[in-house]
């Protein structure tokens, strides 16, 4: 599943789609209020993912969501993500997360060219 990653969003969002990725899925009581109005998630869960990092080695990692089924696109939440101690970097053509793994942060480029 592709995200894009949003500064903007306080939770990561997935479109309906995302139902299918999703691991422990709730009902949620979650309202989303955007520039289209108000959306009632359709569930709550986690979504586990995995990448390369710059090594080439794999990484996993899990964040919590909630799926609606209005969205389009999949949004990963910085805010979120900032919580369970990721580290973002911004710079054009040198996008990146570093993931904690353990003791240490694993690298993953989070931006390429489409």
Same mark, same amino acid.
């Given at each position: 599943?592709?995200?894009?990653?949003? *500064?903007?969003?306080? #939770?990561?969002?997935?479109?309906?789609? +995302?139902?299918?990725? &999703?691991?422990?899925? $709730?009902? %949620?009581?979650?309202?989303?209020?955007?520039?289209?109005?108000?959306?009632?998630?359709?569930?709550?869960?986690?979504?586990?993912?995995?990448?390369?990092?710059?090594?080439?080695? *794999?990484?996993?990692? #899990?964040?919590?969501?909630?799926?609606? +089924?209005?969205?389009? &696109?999949?949004?990963? $939440?910085? %805010?979120?993500?900032?919580?369970?101690?990721?580290?973002?970097?911004?710079?054009?053509?040198?996008?990146?997360?570093?993931?904690?793994?353990?003791?240490?942060?694993?690298?993953?480029?989070?931006?390429?060219?489409?």
């Amino acid at each position: 599943m592709k995200m894009l990653v949003d *500064t903007g969003v306080n #939770k990561t969002l997935v479109g309906e789609e +995302g139902l299918d990725a &999703m691991h422990e899925p $709730s009902p %949620s009581n979650i309202a989303i209020t955007g520039t289209a109005g108000k959306t009632k998630a359709i569930a709550d869960g986690l979504i586990l993912a995995s990448g390369k990092d710059v090594d080439g080695e *794999t990484v996993e990692f #899990k964040f919590r969501c909630s799926a609606l +089924g209005s969205v389009k &696109m999949n949004f990963l $939440s910085v %805010s979120e993500m900032l919580k369970v101690g990721t580290i973002f970097h911004f710079e054009t053509w040198n996008c990146y997360m570093m993931i904690p793994d353990g003791n240490r942060k694993r690298r993953v480029k989070s931006i390429g060219y489409v």
